[in-house]
């Protein structure tokens, strides 16, 4: 079975400072990808980026990287420039071969001015 | 951009009741999904929906549950008799042509069970 762990429920970060959110995985599927999403108060989930077990870069999508470290298990995900915009509740997720995506509890993200 | 959409927002119900949530994916999008989220807790999967028939479903997604795709750009989610801890945001997302496109949501329906 896939398991997603996020062990940092909050962080705290200044403006224009990058911050690390953690993220680690466990399956014995070759084949997977790995997301993450930011919801804000709102509620709604957006989708920031995605790796794929295969792919020999690590993804970046704007101020968006995601920090991947296979013999680890690990898919971090780094925002450089911490906008206050940012502040929200991020989710790593996970989707093995077929299956659906499979989600970690999340951390609250906060930036400060 | 398209994007996927819920209606409605908010809905308020009875026990016992039954609620359809309603979505409407991106347009080219073949895969289909539902997730909830109980306040505060981490997203569920429900059921996902491919070639118009459900490809998997959670142990959540139990005979209350059923899900329709009725006119080829709605996508909903019916709960025949509510529960009390049915009270969760649902999240209707579709995914692309290939089964590993990323899957994007939509804004989400807040239900609340009384």
């Not at chain 1, 780094?78 to 071969?97: E, H, P």
């Not at chain 2, 359809?20 to 289909?32: G, K, Q």
């Not at chain 2, 089964?99 to 239900?111: A, I, S």
Request: aromatic letters at 14%; proline letters at 4%.
């Amino acid at each position: 079975a896939q398991k997603i762990t996020q062990t940092q429920p909050g962080m705290f970060v200044q403006e224009k400072e990058a911050v690390t959110l953690d993220c680690t995985y466990d399956t014995s599927d070759p084949s997977y990808g790995l997301f993450w999403y930011k919801q804000p108060s709102s509620g709604e989930m957006i989708f920031l980026i995605y790796q794929g077990s295969y792919d020999q870069q690590n993804a970046t999508e704007g101020r968006y990287s995601l920090n991947f470290q296979k013999a680890r298990k690990s898919a971090n995900l780094v925002i450089s420039a911490s906008q206050l915009g940012d502040s929200a509740m991020y989710f790593c997720a996970m989707r093995v071969g077929y299956s659906t995506l499979t989600f970690g509890k999340g951390t609250m993200l906060l930036v400060s001015p | 951009e398209p994007e996927v959409t819920q209606t409605p927002s908010h809905q308020v119900t009875q026990m016992g009741q039954e609620v359809i949530l309603r979505c409407v994916p991106i347009s080219n999008h073949l895969y289909f999904y539902w997730y909830r989220q109980i306040l505060g807790q981490k997203v569920e999967f429900l059921v996902s929906f491919y070639n118009n028939e459900i490809s998997e479903k959670s142990e959540i997604f139990d005979d209350q549950f059923s899900v329709e795709r009725p006119d080829g750009s709605n996508f909903t989610l019916k709960i025949r008799s509510t529960k009390l801890e049915d009270s969760a945001m649902y999240f209707c997302a579709s995914g692309g042509v290939h089964y590993d496109n990323e899957q994007f949501f939509g804004p989400g329906t807040r239900l609340t069970v009384l």
